[in-house]
């Protein structure tokens, strides 16, 4: 579990000096404009608009404008759990941190602009919200670390066929549509696709289905038979087993639970 301590949003100071000190908590410092200098342990370095820092307890860091005008910078500072420590691994453990410019800038600019404006709101069950958003925004910062080392090129790619299939996805997507769409042979989207994704674009395909399925399953009173038509399937045969393949049990089961916690929230 992650535990958030603190949301700071540098907005434009001027004469910003942060004093040497020893990273007691974890830190994730994003650049949303702007450059600055800044110091870990004996490495000095400049951070601009777009980059993204994740500095683990331990290394000594220290900052300042320096002949730079005044920048805008977002700091979390968060706590970490054992098994999430060793979750995040390698990323940062032999130096202690960690800096990249990410691909995803504005992405990360929303998060935590919304994070930053729940953390100064304390307004009820603001922790959970802030709960929610700290671990997207590290989450995906660890996906995107785990994927430096692919070309922006590869990225670009990946991410233009999985925003048609999350567009798409209820629809009968074939590998020669997303060819047409990239301009690529199959074996090229498929080993770009999987590069980045992990999986196929398939399987990418099948899993969105899934995801919406379970919702629909414990949520609407459409039969299996309309849902499994409704997501794109060829047959309720083949949606049973993609469902029981992905999810380890067979839609009906979900379908069953709901009608026991309905028939049992009716007899209390």
Same mark, same amino acid.
């Given at each position: $579990?992650?535990r958030? #301590?603190n949301?700071?949003?540098d907005?434009?100071?001027p004469n910003w000096?942060?004093?040497? *000190?020893?990273?007691m908590?974890h /830190? *994730?410092i994003?650049?949303v404009? &702007?450059?600055?200098?800044?110091?870990l342990?004996?490495?000095e370095?400049e951070l601009?608009?777009?980059?993204m @820092? +994740? /500095?683990r307890?331990?290394?000594?860091?220290?900052? =300042?404008? &320096?002949?730079h005008?005044?920048?805008q910078? %977002?700091?979390?500072h +968060?706590?970490?759990?054992?098994?999430?420590k @060793?979750?995040?691994a390698?990323? &940062?453990? #032999?130096?202690g941190?960690?800096?990249?410019k990410? !691909?995803?800038?504005?992405y990360?600019?929303?998060r935590?602009?919304?994070l930053?404006r729940?953390? $100064?709101?304390k307004?009820?069950?603001h922790e959970?919200?802030?709960?929610?958003?700290i671990? #997207?925004i590290?989450?995906s910062?660890?996906?995107?670390l785990g994927?430096?080392d692919?070309?922006?090129?590869?990225?670009?790619?990946?991410r233009?066929i999985?925003k %048609?299939i999350l567009?798409?996805?209820?629809?009968?997507?074939?590998?020669?549509?997303l060819? #047409?769409l990239v301009?690529?042979s199959?074996n090229? /989207?498929?080993? *770009?696709?999987?590069e980045?994704f992990n999986?196929?674009?398939l399987?990418?395909?099948?899993?969105?289905r *899934?995801s /919406?399925?379970r919702? $629909?399953?414990l949520?609407?009173? $459409?039969?299996?038979?309309e849902?499994? !038509? %409704? @997501?794109?399937f060829?047959?309720?045969?083949?949606? !049973?087993?993609?469902?029981?393949k992905? =999810? &380890?049990?067979?839609?009906s @089961?979900?379908?069953?639970?709901?009608?026991?916690?309905?028939?049992?929230?009716r007899n209390?």
């Open positions: $579990m992650l958030l #301590e949301v700071i949003f907005d434009q100071i000096r942060r004093s040497k *000190i020893k990273s908590r /830190v *994730i994003f650049v404009q &702007g450059t600055f200098q800044f110091q342990d004996d490495h370095t601009t608009k777009g980059d @820092l +994740f /500095v307890p331990g290394p000594y860091r220290s900052g =300042t404008n &320096g002949p005008p005044p920048h910078k %977002y700091v979390t +968060f706590q970490l759990d054992e098994p999430s @060793l979750l995040s390698p990323h &940062g453990c #032999e130096k941190y960690e800096l990249f990410t !691909n995803r800038a504005e990360f600019r929303q935590f602009h919304a930053h729940a953390w $100064m709101d307004s009820d069950y959970f919200v802030c709960h929610g958003l671990s #997207e590290f989450g910062m660890l996906q995107e994927r430096k692919i070309s922006s090129y590869k990225l670009k790619i990946a233009q999985e %048609y567009q798409h996805f209820k629809e009968d997507i074939r590998l020669e549509q060819c #047409e301009q690529l199959p090229y /989207v498929i080993r *770009i696709f999987k980045v999986q196929t674009p399987g990418y395909i099948h899993q969105a *899934i /919406v399925a919702d $629909m399953l949520q609407s009173d $459409m039969t299996i038979h849902i499994s !038509n %409704y @997501l794109g060829c047959d309720p045969t083949y949606f !049973n087993r993609v469902f029981r992905m =999810t &380890g049990h067979p839609p @089961l979900l379908r069953k639970e709901r009608k026991e916690a309905e028939a049992e929230s209390v």
